[in-house]
C-alpha cells in the first residue's frame, strides 16, 4: 500500500530545534522530500534524500532517513517564526508508473 | 523567466458540470504534474505528463483527464463534477521527470469549489 503519514502539529519556542517526523510504507520509493506550504502560498521544496542514504544536511535542516523502519525526519536547528508553515514529506515511487506521495502535513508554529 | 502560474485562481461549478483548469510551466520545464489539495490534507498526485505523454498517474478515476501542450502549458479537466471534487488543485512544473535534481516548482493553485 501506499501510505505517507505525519504528526498534525508541532509548536516550539523561537531558537529551539524542531524535528518533524513522516512514515512511509512503499518500499519502492526512490527518494523522499520535504516540503513547506505557507499561507496562500505554493509548495516549496526545501530538500530531499535519496533512499540510500541515512543522512543529508544543508545548512539549519537535517534529514534523517531509517529506512528498516521506514522512517524519515526533519530536523530545523534555531528555528525561527519566518519557518512557521506547514511541512510536508513526500516520496517519489517509480514502481510500473511514476507517482508522488505526499503526507498530511505538519503545522509548525513557532513561538516568539 | 516567469514561474509557474494557473488559472483561474477560482472557480464555482455544479454537481455534473465539466471544468478544465489550466497551468503555464515555468520557461524550459517540459514535465508538469497535477495535485489535488483538499483542505487540511495533503496534495494527491492525479497525473504527470512529460513531453506530451502521461507518464505517471495517482488513484483518480479517468473523468480526470489532461493534456500538455507542444509549448508544454498543460491543461486538467474533470467531467461529471462531485462535490468532493472541491479542492485547490496544484500544477508543478520541471525539467525532465523523477529525479529529485529536477526540482518540482508549484503554481499558487486554482481554488473549485463544487456545489
Known amino acids: 500500500g501506499e501510505d505517507v503519514e505525519q504528526s498534525l502539529f508541532l509548536s516550539v519556542r523561537e531558537g529551539d530545534s524542531s524535528v518533524i517526523n513522516c512514515t512511509y510504507t512503499?518500499?519502492?520509493?526512490?527518494?523522499l522530500y520535504w516540503y513547506k506550504q505557507e499561507p496562500g502560498a505554493g509548495l516549496q521544496l526545501l530538500t530531499y534524500?535519496?533512499?540510500?542514504?541515512d543522512m543529508k544536511q544543508d545548512q539549519r535542516l537535517t534529514v534523517l532517513l531509517n529506512k528498516k523502519d521506514k522512517h524519515l525526519s526533519l530536523r530545523i536547528a534555531d528555528t525561527q517564526t519566518g519557518d512557521s508553515a506547514i511541512y510536508f514529506c513526500?516520496?517519489?515511487?517509480?514502481?510500473?508508473?511514476?507517482?508522488?506521495?505526499f503526507g498530511t502535513g505538519t503545522r509548525l508554529k513557532v513561538l516568539a | 523567466e516567469t514561474g509557474v502560474t494557473q488559472s483561474p485562481t477560482h472557480l464555482i461549478k455544479t454537481r455534473g458540470q465539466q471544468v478544465t483548469l489550466r497551468c503555464s510551466s515555468q520557461?524550459?520545464?517540459?514535465?508538469v504534474s497535477w495535485y489535488q489539495q483538499a483542505l487540511g490534507q495533503g496534495p494527491q498526485f492525479i497525473f504527470q505528463?512529460?513531453?506530451?505523454?502521461?507518464?505517471g498517474r495517482g488513484n483518480f478515476p479517468p473523468r480526470f483527464s489532461g493534456l500538455q501542450f507542444p509549448n508544454y502549458s498543460s491543461e486538467l479537466n474533470v467531467n461529471a463534477l462531485e462535490l468532493d471534487d472541491s479542492a485547490l488543485y496544484l500544477c508543478?512544473?520541471?525539467?525532465?521527470?523523477?529525479?529529485?535534481?529536477?526540482?518540482?516548482?508549484f503554481g499558487p493553485g486554482t481554488r473549485l469549489t463544487v456545489l
Open positions: 508543478a512544473s520541471s525539467y525532465s521527470s523523477g529525479g529529485p535534481s529536477n526540482e518540482q516548482f
Open positions: 512503499d518500499s519502492s520509493s526512490t527518494y
Open positions: 534524500i535519496f533512499s540510500n542514504m
Open positions: 513526500a516520496e517519489s515511487v517509480t514502481s510500473g508508473t511514476y507517482k508522488y506521495i
Open positions: 520557461s524550459g520545464h517540459n514535465t
Open positions: 505528463y512529460y513531453r506530451e505523454e502521461e507518464n
